[in-house]
C-alpha cells in the first residue's frame, strides 16, 4: 500500500466504550497529525508527532488519547466520549514539521468517521 | 489571530463554465497558502501550493492566485467539469510555529 492508510473507515461506539483509531504512512514521512473535521467547520489540528515525539497538543481533551510508536504508526485511542465528538478524524503526514517549505505539505487519509451515540 | 474565510460556502455551476472560487485572511504575513480538494467521504489532496513570494501557480485547469497586500487568494478552474465536483478547502501557513490554519471549505457543484 502506499500514501496514508486509516482504519476503521467507520465507527459507531457509546458513550462508555473504549476504541482505537489506527493511521499507518507508507511515504518515509517524519512527522504525523491527528485533525477533527465537523460539519461546515475548518479543520481542527488536535495533535502533532515529529520522529515520534509529541509536538503539539492542541488543549484536546483527556478522553482523547495519542500514541504514536514510530514514525510510520499512529494511533488515536478513543474513551467515555461525548456525542458532540462525532466527526471525521483525518490523519495526516509530512517530511517534515515546523517550517514552510514544500517539505511541509500534508499528505492525508480517507478519515475515519466516527459516530458516538 | 489570522482567520481564514471562504464564501461561498456552497456554489452549483453548468458544466463547462469557467469559475473563481475565494479566500480571504486576516493577517498578511504569510509564509504560503495552499489549496485542497476533498471528496466526499474522503480525504484532503493538495492541489496548489502558493509561497508567499509568488502571484499564481497553475496546475492543469487549475491556477491560484494570491494577493498578500488584500489578504485575498482565488482558486481559478477553467471549462468545469462534474468531475470537479468536491470541496475545495484553503489553509494559509502563518505565525511563529508556522501553523496551518483552515478554512471551512467551498462545496462545489458542477451539473452535467
Known amino acids: 500500500e502506499t500514501g496514508v492508510t486509516q482504519t476503521p473507515r467507520h465507527l459507531v461506539m457509546g458513550m462508555t466504550n473504549k476504541k482505537s483509531l489506527k493511521c499507518e504512512q507508507h511515504?518515509?514521512?517524519?512527522?504525523m497529525y491527528w485533525y477533527k473535521q465537523s460539519a461546515k467547520k475548518p479543520l481542527e489540528l488536535m495533535f502533532v508527532?515529529?520522529?515520534?515525539?509529541?509536538?503539539e497538543n492542541n488543549s484536546v481533551p483527556s478522553r482523547f488519547s495519542p500514541e504514536c510508536p514510530n514514525s510510520s504508526h499512529l494511533f488515536l485511542h478513543l474513551h467515555t466520549l461525548q456525542p458532540e465528538d462525532s466527526a471525521l478524524y483525518l490523519c495526516?503526514?509530512?517530511?517534515?514539521?515546523?517550517?514552510?517549505?514544500?517539505?511541509?505539505?500534508?499528505?492525508f487519509g480517507a478519515g475515519s468517521r466516527l459516530t458516538v451515540l | 489571530k489570522q482567520e481564514v474565510t471562504q464564501i461561498p460556502a456552497a456554489l452549483s455551476v453548468p458544466e463547462g463554465e469557467n469559475l473563481v472560487l475565494n479566500c480571504s485572511f486576516t493577517d498578511s504575513a504569510i509564509y504560503n497558502l495552499q489549496w485542497f480538494r476533498q471528496d466526499p467521504g474522503k480525504g484532503l489532496t493538495s492541489l496548489l501550493l502558493i509561497q508567499s513570494s509568488q502571484r499564481e501557480q497553475t496546475s492543469g485547469r487549475l491556477n491560484a492566485s494570491l494577493d498578500k497586500s488584500s489578504g485575498r487568494s482565488t482558486l481559478y478552474i477553467a471549462a468545469s467539469q462534474p468531475g470537479d465536483s468536491a470541496t475545495y478547502l484553503c489553509?494559509?501557513?502563518?505565525?511563529?510555529?508556522?501553523?496551518?490554519?483552515w478554512g471551512a471549505g467551498t462545496k462545489l457543484i458542477i451539473k452535467p
Open positions: 511515504l518515509g514521512h517524519n512527522a
Open positions: 495526516a503526514s509530512s517530511q517534515d514539521y515546523g517550517g514552510s517549505s514544500g517539505a511541509n505539505v500534508l499528505t
Open positions: 508527532y515529529n520522529f515520534k515525539e509529541q509536538t
Open positions: 489553509a494559509v501557513r502563518s505565525g511563529s510555529n508556522y501553523q496551518l490554519i
